[in-house]
């Protein structure tokens, strides 16, 4: 780096962090990655990988090693659970495209756990288990933030640039006292992760299906191991009786029929948000990921996106400490990105979140039939594909 330049500072050692340090390690910038946690992120949490991330993954020297362990998913689809009826998407139209033309399912913590034994092997990159920010203090050329150690001793760091990659909830943001405008969706999903073998009771499922049904709407996502199952309350049922054993037992007979155990690991309840800053920089702090925008799962898009929030970052980094550009290519990573997040990310989420909240029967075999010709048309498929594997975005992006 050069010379009387700190290093950046990055606040959330999560898919988002890791990535944007390793990313700016490429580089030759130096990072401190904070992570509040002391130990690596294991949470059930994103679990799909699009194409243009797994190119991304790839330069950074960690998307071998994840396909490994993780499962190539060419087919995915939408389906009726009473009739079998589907619409797949084969991601082979876009062969031409991506040198990966498949999504890879595989679970977040698998990334983290790869991407920080790579940061802890850089020596560009200094990752600092169980350090909480604490606050921060824009001055003249650097921001001054305020930590405190796993002993619970404070300390402070200067840094030309803080990146906040400290998710959804994020302090830095926060403390900015920023709006984060947007809005909760009413329902609230169950995400259930279990052993039981659906792929061995229901005929023709792909590794990613989205569900209708009579009685509600359901997604079944394999991993290796394990299925996600994400569910959604009765009309009138508490979420505290939803998610009881007893109940999630019941719901998940309406998929399965006559089954005694399901073999669940774990049941975790959650409310989808769709929100966004109007600006992904303020001054020399920069907003990256969930901290930036958040939106429904419906499709896989938030971890990629804020993987490809750091990515484009990097690069304007770069060329401010070492191509003596102008801070204001900051102003550029954030139209970008926060254009992107809102006509590509957000868009999608929502329209995939309200394909399959649909309750209109009529309005489901409409919905299937026209999804169907796109399936079967190559040149709609390819286009549809590209946008929902997240390349078109990135192309609006470059041109």
């Given at each position: 780096m050069p010379k009387g330049k700190e290093p950046i500072l990055i606040v959330g050692g999560g898919p988002v962090g890791l990535t944007t340090a390793l990313r700016l390690s490429q580089f030759g910038v130096r990072s401190i990655v904070l992570e509040k946690n002391k130990t690596v992120q294991n949470e059930l949490r994103a679990s799909t990988f699009h194409p243009p991330t797994i190119e991304m993954l790839d330069e950074l020297g960690v998307a071998a090693e994840l396909i490994s362990i993780g499962l190539k998913t060419k087919c995915w689809q939408f389906r009726v659970h009473e009739t079998g009826e589907k619409a797949v998407f084969d991601l082979g139209h876009i062969a031409q495209d991506t040198k990966y033309p498949y999504r890879l399912q595989v679970e977040q913590k698998e990334l983290c756990r790869l991407a920080t034994n790579k940061a802890e092997a850089?020596?560009?990159?200094?990752?600092?288990?169980?350090?909480?920010?604490?606050?921060?203090r824009q001055k003249e050329g650097f921001v001054e933030i305020k930590v405190r150690n796993k002993n619970h001793k404070e300390y402070k760091i200067e840094?030309?640039?803080?990146?906040?990659?400290?998710?959804?909830?994020?302090?830095?943001?926060?403390?900015?006292?920023?709006?984060?405008?947007?809005?909760?969706?009413?329902?609230?999903?169950?995400?259930?992760?279990?052993?039981?073998?659906?792929?061995?009771?229901?005929?023709?499922?792909?590794?990613?299906?989205?569900?209708?049904?009579?009685?509600?709407?359901?997604?079944?996502?394999?991993?290796?191991?394990?299925?996600?199952?994400?569910?959604?309350?009765?009309?009138?049922?508490?979420?505290?009786?939803?998610?009881?054993?007893?109940?999630?037992?019941?719901?998940?007979?309406?998929?399965v029929p006559n089954q005694n155990d399901f073999r669940v690991l774990e049941v975790r309840p959650y409310k989808i948000h769709q929100r966004i800053?109007?600006?992904?920089?303020?001054?020399?702090?920069?907003?990256?990921?969930?901290?930036?925008?958040?939106?429904?799962?419906?499709?896989?898009?938030?971890?990629?996106?804020?993987?490809h929030d750091g990515w484009n970052l990097a690069e304007k980094l770069k060329e401010i400490l070492f191509d003596g550009r102008p801070l204001t290519r900051l102003d550029v990573y954030s139209e970008q990105r926060q254009k992107i997040a809102e006509n590509e990310i957000l868009k999608n989420a929502h329209k995939n979140r309200s394909r399959m909240q649909e309750r209109d029967e009529s309005i489901r075999i409409a919905e299937l039939k026209e999804l169907k010709k796109i399936a079967s048309d190559p040149e709609r498929a390819r286009e549809f594909l590209l946008r929902s594997s997240m390349i078109a975005g990135l192309r609006e992006i470059e041109s």
């Open positions: 850089d020596e560009n990159i200094e990752l600092r288990m169980g350090h909480k920010f604490e606050g921060l840094t030309p640039i803080l990146i906040a990659a400290d998710g959804s909830s994020s302090e830095i943001r926060k403390t900015m006292d920023l709006e984060f405008p947007g809005l909760t969706y009413p329902e609230t999903s169950i995400l259930v992760a279990t052993e039981f073998p659906f792929h061995e009771h229901i005929n023709g499922l792909s590794n990613v299906n989205y569900v209708w049904s009579k009685w509600g709407t359901y997604s079944l996502l394999k991993l290796p191991g394990i299925w996600r199952c994400s569910l959604y309350p009765d009309v009138n049922e508490s979420i505290e009786h939803a998610v009881r054993p007893e109940s999630i037992s019941e719901k998940l007979n309406r998929i800053l109007k600006k992904y920089h303020h001054g020399r702090v920069v907003f990256v990921g969930d901290a930036a925008h958040l939106n429904s799962p419906s499709g896989g898009m938030g971890m990629n996106g804020g993987i």
